[in-house]
């Protein structure tokens, strides 16, 4: 399941096209439940993509620098090791 809340979002579709409506200070928060599938792969030179699909096909892409994908590793290897989730 994908949930994607846009705050003051507005669209305007005109000739078969969108385009943005009001100001670009636009906020959204993208939740993913119920994952099926993940990948991790190099993306250019210096980034690491993480890439999420759910049971309906819905994708969500993230592309971290070495620094922040270690950090992800870490606390993933850090919640194994404390916690019973794992067990």
Known sequence: ?????????MLE???GA???????NKQAT????DVEGVDVREYGDKRVKL????????????ALFPEQARA???GLELLESE?????
Do not use: R, T
């Open 1 to 9: 399941m994908l949930s994607l809340d846009i705050e003051q979002f």
């Open 13 to 15: 579709l005109k000739d």
């Open 18 to 24: 969108f385009k943005n409506v009001g100001p670009s």
């Open 30 to 33: 993208v939740k993913m439940y």
């Open 51 to 62: 890439a999420f699909e759910d049971e309906q096909g819905s994708e969500i892409e993230v």
């Open 72 to 74: 992800v590793a870490e």
């Open 83 to 87: 916690s019973e989730m794992f067990d």
